[in-house]
């Protein structure tokens, strides 16, 4: 039978839609071609972010190669295309990203503690941070001739343990040691993380007095402790905490109740030395010393009046950055405001999104962990959804000066603010969720008054304080920094009261937080149409967040607390006498926001000395839950039945071999394994672990000391 070729081959039509994908890529790419160079940071933080979520040395080499694989791809497609250069380069600084945060948790490898002790040392206070609120002193210590214990420890004291305690003194302590703990319920601050690169390795609490050598203290304390004492003598309660915060960076004087109204508030922010803060300093000291350089007329002719100007705020930033004790966020801001003033005298625009990615970039680079942190996130975010709302037409439309009575004008300029403030809380709303499982959602309207405040009174009117009180004259604006604080708390108090003022949802899975970041930035960076298309996957991560259901049962890591969900959707605590920071730990967890009952308490729970048990679950399958809440040591042959009866037993002890559920057995045993766990008990029972199987980052896989005068023989990392 005869046959004849096709009117169109597939391989040509293949090839046809190949081509007309390829053009209209280069299209699209060629009208962003002034954008395309912001994602440059968010590559290099892509490869970040995905060595903290791939779990062993075999996945970041993997997925080194298969970037590798990705350049070629890039080449193959050809230089002269920007399609293929935007491979190449993509694919590059993500490689980048891996490699350098890689090395740098290599570098600032060092010794962990391997399990709590008790001991005594002595050490040199590195530095040394008072907690006037909580009546305690934080320090960090560096142990001296014990091989067994980490070089670097943090302490906690008693402030009348530590009364007068200065940077560089030599002390002995008996204290109590455990090692960095890690997060205690999935979805839950793993500060293990954090203090591998602080190079933390013990944390504990003094027990005792503290020994010091004979005219210790006699030394006057740094400059940054003094100036807050100053200003606490000045201004009382968590006024001057506050007034403290926004000179030397010192949160130690405010109450926990003023702290969370702050947080629920959306007001936290004010509280963190950063871009606001640097920002005003950096403007007031450049307008002064611009108006005082403009008196003389050979400057002003000459034109040396605003290099001089932004000489003089970068002087001033900079003290500033060090007097708050050069933290992170600070410095980040610090580097950005430098950014500015470069740009300022090259005579280009200031504030853009270019800005941005250049100080990314810069911290990125410096300091590749901070991307895992919210700090990082927040302000970043923060500042890229400010300047891509203000760089839109419509927005810039809006604002723009036009001939109209002032109270248009005013109220034009106060729209744009809350508009402003409603965008970025947009922003910030997933990357709250992901790290805190809550957000505010009147913050825009607390910080359209709070942020004016603070700037142009309270941080001013502190100056001026300071500056007179050389001279005896700062008084009066003692009392006005006073008053202004006490407005902005009574602010946060009102709103962090008012219904609804805080929304709270459980943890928010990894993929669908990458989703919405990917999306954000998707419409944030690109400025032609097709920037619509990142509405996409911020509607399924977001969606993703909406849809995740609350867990059943929470368990923390040791054991010892567990808080099961009630029919109303509340939670209650097995042990009622659990702390504070448990109860907020499994309130963030669960996402809810109500006080957490006794489960002893409840009808359907049936308690003993040794155990509770109570049905669990809703619809048709309900499950037994067996819990253990005494100490007394009990035989396996004397559980044996009850344990087959359960579907869950959960114990913080070793559990015998006789006592097994018939779903799940929680111990001492299988915690150490999976650390906290979230179980979900629907049809399909799952458990979700804090800790992942074959995690080999270098926090958890660390080198480990005794404490106790012996070295354990790892001969490395401890697996």
């Not at 970037?67 to 490689?95: E, F, Y």
């Not at 942190?373 to 036009?402: D, K, N, W, Y």
């Amino acid at each position: 039978m005869a046959t004849r070729l096709l009117q169109t081959p597939i391989a040509a039509r293949w090839a046809t839609i190949r081509n007309r994908t390829g053009d209209a890529l280069e299209a699209r790419l060629e009208a962003e071609r002034e954008r395309i160079g912001l994602w440059l940071p968010v590559a290099l933080g892509a490869g970040i972010a995905a060595w903290f979520a791939l779990p062993a040395e075999a996945h970041w080499t993997g997925l080194l190669f298969l970037l590798a694989g990705g350049v070629g791809v890039g080449l193959l497609i050809g230089q002269n295309s920007r399609l293929g250069r935007l491979i190449v380069v993509g694919c590059g600084m993500m490689a980048a990203g891996v490699l350098l945060i890689w090395a740098r948790a290599i570098w600032v490898a060092a010794p962990v503690l391997a399990a709590p002790v008790v001991t005594e040392f002595s050490a040199i206070v590195e530095r040394a941070e008072p907690l006037p609120a909580k009546g305690q002193i934080r320090i960090i210590a560096l142990p001296q001739r014990r091989a067994d214990l980490p070089p670097r420890v943090r302490l906690t004291l008693r402030s009348e343990q530590g009364e007068g305690l200065t940077d560089g003194e030599t002390i002995g302590v008996r204290a109590r040691l455990m090692p960095p703990p890690t997060a205690s319920l999935p979805g839950g601050y793993d500060f293990a993380q954090r203090a591998w690169f602080d190079r933390i390795g013990a944390v504990g609490t003094v027990l005792g007095d503290i020994s010091r050598a004979p005219g210790a203290g006699a030394a006057p304390p740094p400059l940054r402790s003094r100036l807050s004492a100053h200003i606490h003598a000045q201004v009382a309660g968590s006024a001057g905490g506050i007034a403290a915060a926004l000179v030397t960076g010192d949160r130690g004087a405010i109450s926990e109740a003023d702290e969370e109204a702050m947080r629920r508030s959306g007001l936290a922010h004010l509280l963190s030395i950063s871009g606001l803060h640097v920002t005003a300093v950096v403007g007031f000291a450049m307008l002064l010393t611009m108006r005082l350089f403009a008196l003389s007329r050979r400057l002003a002719l000459a034109g040396y009046v605003l290099p001089l100007a932004a000489a003089a705020g970068a002087l001033a930033g900079g003290a500033y950055t060090l007097l708050a004790g050069a933290e992170v966020p600070t410095l980040r801001s610090f580097i950005a405001a430098l950014l500015v003033l470069i740009a300022f005298l090259m005579g280009r625009e200031a504030m853009t999104l270019r800005l941005v990615a250049a100080g990314a970039l810069v911290v990125l680079v410096w300091r590749p962990e901070s991307l895992a942190g919210p700090s990082f996130q927040l302000s970043f975010a923060a500042v890229t959804a400010i300047i891509a709302l203000h760089e839109s037409c419509p927005m810039q439309s809006f604002l723009a000066r036009r001939d109209e009575a002032w109270p248009f004008r005013f109220g034009r300029a106060i729209a744009g603010l809350l508009l402003t403030g409603l965008v970025v809380e947009v922003a910030l709303a997933p990357i709250a969720l992901f790290h805190f499982h809550k957000a505010g959602l009147y913050g825009a309207l607390a910080n359209v008054v709070a942020i004016p405040l603070t700037t142009f009174v309270i941080m001013p009117a502190e100056a001026l304080a300071l500056l007179l009180d050389s001279v005896g004259l700062g008084a009066p604006f003692w009392w006005i920094t006073e008053q202004a604080i006490g407005a902005l708390i009574g602010l946060a108090h009102a709103v962090a009261d008012a219904p609804g003022a805080v929304a709270m949802l459980p943890t928010f899975a990894g993929w669908g937080f990458a989703l919405s970041v990917y999306g954000g930035l998707w419409l944030l960076l690109w400025n032609t149409r097709w920037r619509r298309i990142g509405a996409v996957p911020l509607a399924i991560g977001m969606a993703a967040l909406l849809v995740q259901p609350r867990p059943d049962l929470l368990v923390t890591g040791d054991g010892r607390h567990i808080a099961a969900v009630l029919p109303d959707g509340s939670y209650a605590l097995l042990r009622d006498r659990a702390g504070d920071y448990v109860r907020d730990s499994m309130a963030e967890a669960a996402g809810v926001d109500t006080p957490l009952s006794a489960l002893a308490e409840l009808d359907h729970v049936e308690c003993n000395r040794d155990f509770c048990r109570w049905s669990q679950g809703d619809g048709a399958r309900r499950y037994i839950i067996l819990a253990s809440r005494g100490r007394d040591r009990i035989e396996g042959s004397d559980m044996a039945a009850a344990c087959a009866a359960a579907d869950v037993v959960i114990s913080d002890r070793w559990l015998p071999r006789e006592c097994m559920g018939r779903w799940m057995t929680i111990d001492r045993d299988s915690l150490a394994e999976t650390g906290g766990l979230a179980l979900y008990l629907g049809e399909t029972p799952e458990a979700v672990a804090t800790l992942s199987a074959g995690d080999g980052h270098p926090w958890r896989l660390p080198q480990q000391l005794s404490g106790n005068d012996e070295v354990i023989p790892t001969g490395g990392p401890a697996r």
